[in-house]
Every structure is written in C-alpha cells, then in structure tokens.
C-alpha cells in the first residue's frame, strides 16, 4: 500500500531549525512532482515548497523564500524539508505530498504545483511549534 509518512516536527524557538522527513513507501518519489503544505489552525492549507518531477526546478512560497529548502534522497525514497531562521508564523501541521499521476505535469500545469488538486498521496502530519 502506498503511503507516506512524516517525522521531525516539534517546538523550536524563533530563528531555529528543523529538518522535516517523509518517508515513502509502495511507490517511488523520484519521477514524480512532490511537495510541502502545511496548515494553521483556522487557516487553509498552503502550499510551502515542490520539486516538479524527475528535475531540480523548485517552487516555495514567498513567505519561505530564501528561509527553507525542499530537496529529496532517491536511494533512501525519501523527500525533506529543510527550515531555517524560523518564525513564529510558521507554526502549523506540516503535510508531504506526491503526484504519483504526474497531474501537475499532464493535466494542471505548473501553476497549480503548490495548489492541493493535483497531489494524490498525503502523509499523515507533523506539528511544527516556533515559539519561546
């Protein structure tokens, strides 16, 4: 059964790291369009970083820009996100997602890479808490 799943959350203070993991199992990460959301309490889930496909083109929001990294390991099947210089805005539950069907590629265009349509394996969530 594909699936994906998450670790690295936990509280940090502002201006710290974190390293968040997804680990896929089932199916393989490394021809397909993946991603970051993640989701505040009240607030709609947000797109944070994607690579598009088998390439290295990356997208990020602009309020991570510069601040976080999206990146993946082939050989260990697993994406990651990256997050430095952490600010208190950043607190949510952190989701990994791919496209296994390379919708973002076939169907919906790159515009829509960090938009939810396209993704159709989620990993179950990570709280990430930037606080003092």
């Known amino acids: 059964q594909a699936r994906l799943v998450e670790s690295g959350g936990g509280l940090v203070q502002p201006g710290g790291s974190l390293r968040l993991s997804c680990a896929a199992s089932?199916?393989?990460?490394?021809?397909?369009?993946i991603a970051w959301f993640r989701q505040a309490p009240g607030k709609e889930r947000e797109g944070v970083a994607c690579?598009?496909?088998?390439?290295?083109?990356?997208y990020y929001t602009n309020s991570v820009n510069g601040r976080f990294t999206i990146s993946r390991d082939n050989a260990k099947n697993t994406m990651y996100l990256q997050m430095d210089s952490l600010k208190p805005e950043d607190t949510a539950v952190y989701y990994c997602?791919?496209?296994?069907?390379?919708?973002?590629?076939?169907?919906?265009?790159?515009?829509?890479?960090?938009?939810?349509?396209?993704?159709?394996?989620w990993g179950q969530g990570t709280q990430v808490t930037v606080s003092s």
């Open positions: 997602a791919a496209d296994p069907y390379d919708k973002v590629d076939r169907t919906y265009g790159h515009a829509w890479a960090l938009k939810t349509q396209p993704y159709d394996k």
């Open positions: 089932g199916f393989t990460l490394d021809s397909h369009t």
């Open positions: 690579i598009i496909s088998a390439g290295s083109r990356t």
